[in-house]
């Protein structure tokens, strides 16, 4: 890793591949400087088909099943949620899990090709047809007129908001479709580790096996670039905005959840420096 000026890290794990064999993809669109794509309505660019796809070639389903277990159906059953709004979709993999385990579930993202994926991915895995809906959270109430008992927003996808006003209009959208008593449940990486301690080898993130690997490339206090590297050297990017705990944990206060507990890597005692996911559960009530 190689320290720059301090606040940004440009990280460059060892054993990484030569830049010439291995490519970033023109797909992405990230332009002449993708380390000054700092905006929200970027993410639609990121999950270009190509890297939906590979993505969900090479991730076993299965295997996530197992190394996520039941914390959340558990959770949710504990709480008796009968009504779930996933409002991250992607490409359906909780969805599909919760509609199996019995809860009456709708499917919100804010990306049509995910949708289109995650539709495609309910009929592939049990004959499911996921009730979906095309909106993005910062108007999800446009579209969205029920109410539910939770909300999920997984798979660190709320790091995708950029502003803090983004994060404050999509948080007051989730609260909105909650019902009286309803929760919220929203993850994300741990940034704190990645920002106070800078990368090390150890937080490469291996999806399920060796085949995708994840690691920032860039980060500073506006900005964590990832890099997704595939076996067939094929690279894509994701930039998103560096959460950190506390200031998620405050703005979920602030626009008017009553408790939110914390857990790490799906454990409720953690030490700070140790989880890679960082797991939110706010309550309206
Ligand atoms: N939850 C899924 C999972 O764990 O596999 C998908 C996570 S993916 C990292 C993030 C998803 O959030 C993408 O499908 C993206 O289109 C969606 N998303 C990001 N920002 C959004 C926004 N402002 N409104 C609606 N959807 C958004």
Known sequence: MNE?????TDVRPAGTADTDEIQAHPAQKFGEDPLQVRDTDHYTNEYVKGFVE????LIDWRKRYESEG???????????VKSVLDVATGTGFHSVRLIEEGFDTTSVDGSPEMLAKAFENGMSYGGHVLRVVHADWRWLSRDVHEKFDAVICLGNSF??????????????????VLKHDGILI?????????????????????????EVV????????????????FPDKSQYHLNMFPLRKDYVRRLLREVGFQRVE???????????????????VAEKD
Request: charged share 30%; aromatic share 18%; glycine share 6%.
């Open 262 to 280: 914390t857990y790490g890597d799906f454990q409720e005692t953690f030490a700070v420096d140790e989880p890679d996911f960082l797991i939110h």
């Open 70 to 80: 039941s914390f959340f159906t558990d959770l949710l059953k504990s709480r008796g």
């Open 4 to 8: 720059s000026t301090p606040g940004q």
């Open 186 to 210: 929203l993850d994300q990486r741990n940034y704190d580790s990645i920002l106070d301690n800078g990368f090390s080898s150890k937080h490469s993130y291996y999806y399920c096996g060796e």
């Open 159 to 176: 790091t995708h908001l950029f502003s803090e006003r983004d994060r404050r209009k999509a948080l007051a959208e989730f609260y909105s």
């Open 214 to 229: 994840a690691e920032p490339e860039y980060v500073d206090d506006g900005l964590a670039r990832f890099r997704y590297s």
């Open 54 to 57: 590979k993505w969900d070639d």
